[in-house]
Structure formats: C-alpha cells, structure tokens
C-alpha cells in the first residue's frame, strides 16, 4: 500500500523530469490484489528512492538488511545447501545448478509462504529482497556504496544483483540461477 502513495505523490509533485527509475508504475500481475502482492521490479536505485521517501514521510530510519542480517532473519525457513556432487572446481556450476530446489517462480501473496519463530513472512519464496551490502568489495574499501556496480539479495541462496537490474529471470545474476522477482523488506533499529 505504502509502494502506492509513493508513486501518488511523485505525481502530486508533478516530477516530470525524474529518471527512468522514478517513474515506472508498479502494479500487481492480473488477477493478483496489489495491496496483497509485493511490489517486484525494483532496482537498487528505485529502493533507495523508497527509503528516502519513507524515512522523510514517517520521520523514521529504515534501511535495508545487510547480508548478514537477512541471512539471520531467514535462516530457519531456507533449505539448507545439500553437499555438492562434484568437487572438481570446474564443475561447481553444474552441481549447484543439480542440487538447487525449484521455487515456483510464480509471484505469490504475502503472507503465502513460511513465517519464522519471530514472525517474519515470505522469505522462502520466489522474491528476491536486496541487501545493502555491495558485492564488488566495498565492505573492504575498495569501492564506495555509491558507486557499487551489484548488491547482494537474498532468496533460496544469495545472489549478486547489478544495481539497475529489475527483472533478474532475464539476465543480471551474478551467482547462481536468477532471482524470479527483486523487492525490499525494510529494517528498522528502533523497536
């Protein structure tokens, strides 16, 4: 519900001018409810326009989870990673791609999929959610947050995403086969 006020004040501003980013319309696939449905095809810089949003609107400090946050969150509801098949390094590719489970990749409604002991929903599922934590190296100082070229998700396994990757089913995974559907789950440091 929040992904469309957002939207209805970008209009109200009239911004006309903004960048691709800021004016796609989200919207539910047919048939689903969009106030039950995750608002999917974001990229980073669609995310980081949200967060500015949120955080001047409620006056709050969201931010996105790192990696290693959202590892935490999800990891009583993830399957865990089954030994490889082949150990020869040349042939990780295909163990990985042998052993993965198959998510549907059909975009599900909130609330559908497993609920962690705290009450966390839908991190097992076909969604993707970015992470704030580059993956090209700037935890380490080599590059800057802001000039970061991917971001790492999290999903069945993690993935590294380009920043402005929408849609990853069509190309942009880094690690592993693709992320169906790419969307946020904020955080919050305060209770």
Not at 66 to 72: D, N, T, V
Not at 98 to 103: A, G, I
Not at 138 to 161: Q, T
Request: net charge positive; hydrophobic share 40%; charged share 20%.
């Amino acid at each position: 519900m929040r992904m469309l006020r957002w939207q209805a004040a970008q209009v109200a501003k009239g911004r006309k001018a903004l960048p691709r980013a800021c004016t796609q319309r989200l919207r539910a696939p047919n048939g689903h409810d969009e106030r039950e449905t995750p608002a999917t095809g974001l990229a980073y810089p669609d995310v980081s326009q949200y967060l500015a949003w949120i955080n001047r609107e409620t006056r709050q400090n969201f931010r996105l989870p790192s990696l290693r946050e959202w590892e935490f969150m999800a990891a009583e509801v993830l399957p865990h990673t089954p030994d490889p098949i082949f150990v020869n390094p040349d042939l990780t590719w295909a163990s990985t791609y042998l052993l993965e489970p198959q998510t549907k990749r059909a975009l599900r409604l909130q609330g559908a999929l497993a609920t962690t002991s705290q009450g966390i929903v839908d991190l097992n599922g076909s969604v993707w959610e970015w992470t704030s934590d580059c993956y090209a190296g700037a935890a380490v100082g080599l590059v800057s947050n802001d000039r970061c070229p991917a971001y790492f998700v999290g999903g069945e396994h993690i993935a590294a995403v380009p920043f402005l990757v929408r849609d990853p089913a069509r190309g942009g995974c880094a690690v592993g086969a693709p992320p169906a559907h790419l969307w946020m789950r904020l955080v919050s440091d305060k209770l």
